[in-house]
């Protein structure tokens, strides 16, 4: 094997500064950012990995993809459950069927490739600054299998159409599909909040029976990083074709140190719990049969 690259090597400075946050350069890059992010809720860092750094991250992923982890549900765009009070051809009552299989983040050793990125100095302070969060309301999940997991999907999988429940997602595309996987979405046709609640049924119904016109087709390379605010925006990865796996990197920051996943989730998106999930949701291991 060559020798692992790090941090400096992975991620392209020269036209990416994030290591320099007191120059004009990292403020532009930033003014990018939130522009992109103000407006439509989503902002791409075009190769943000050197071309040497995408070809070790996907040599990893590709090592491990093995360990990834399936798991299938149906789902609606909401994450929520049938409510039959509602008409049969309400957004709410369509259900499509969901498939990850996500590689659990303790298979990326602290000296490998993409956790030479992820523990880049300056890495954390330049995706906070990005997403404008406040200093005391942003920690890295802490979570050993799930701070930066990969997204591994083949054809057959299918990320359908949903709005997030976190606040954002950031993403590092390693390695496309051969055909298919665009990241689609319909910016900010949801309105959290509004006093109508927001909801635009109207238009959510449009994007999933594929009348809607509001629907932007991103296709991203590998080493664009992504920053996306998708719990007013519904997305979905368009259906993958192909031999080719699509890897994409997924890491995660929340607003409270030293949160975790909850038992049940954590053994549903990555196969098993480790002790630190379990006494986190204060229960022994013996409370918890496998
Ligand atoms: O795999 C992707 O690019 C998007 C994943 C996504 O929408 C999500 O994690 O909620
Ligand atoms: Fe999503």
């Not at 070809?55 to 929520?80: C, I, K, M, P, W």
């Not at 406040?134 to 054809?155: Q, S």
């Not at 975790?260 to 949701?281: D, F, I, N």
Request: hydrophobic share 35%.
């Amino acid at each position: 094997m060559t020798n692992v690259l790090g941090g400096q090597d992975m991620i392209d400075l020269a036209r990416h500064p994030i290591n320099r946050p007191k120059t004009a350069a990292y403020r532009d890059m930033l003014n990018d950012v939130r522009a992109d992010l103000q407006r439509d809720g989503c902002a791409v860092v075009r190769g943000f990995l050197t071309k040497q750094g995408v070809a070790q991250a996907v040599a990893e992923a590709d090592r491990v993809a093995h360990l990834g982890h399936r798991s299938f549900s149906r789902t609606n765009v909401y994450f929520s459950q049938d409510d039959d009070s509602l008409p049969q051809s309400h957004p709410a009552r369509q259900f499509y069927d969901r498939s990850n299989a996500f590689i659990p983040a303790d298979n990326f050793s602290h000296d490998g490739p993409l956790r030479q990125v992820h523990d880049f100095p300056g890495f954390d302070d330049f995706i906070r600054d990005c997403l404008d969060e406040p200093k005391d309301a942003f920690f890295r999940y802490d979570d050993p299998l799930a701070d930066m997991i990969v997204n591994t999907a083949g054809e057959g999988n299918g990320f359908p159409w949903h709005f997030d429940t976190n606040n954002f997602t950031v993403t590092l595309a390693l390695q496309n599909a051969e055909e298919g996987g665009e990241f689609q979405y319909a910016p900010m046709i949801r309105h959290v909040g509004a006093a109508d609640g927001g909801e635009n049924f109207a238009a959510v119904s449009e994007v999933l029976q594929g009348t809607s016109d509001e629907i932007v087709s991103l296709t991203l390379n590998p080493g664009d990083l992504q920053l996306f605010r998708g719990r007013n925006s519904l997305h979905r990865v368009a259906p993958l074709r192909g031999a080719r796996a699509r890897h994409v990197a997924i890491m995660s920051w929340v607003e409270r140190e030293g949160m975790c996943g909850s038992p049940e989730r954590t053994k549903q998106l990555y196969g098993r719990v480790l002790p630190v999930h379990l006494e986190r949701a204060g229960l022994r291991g013996d409370d918890w049969l496998d």
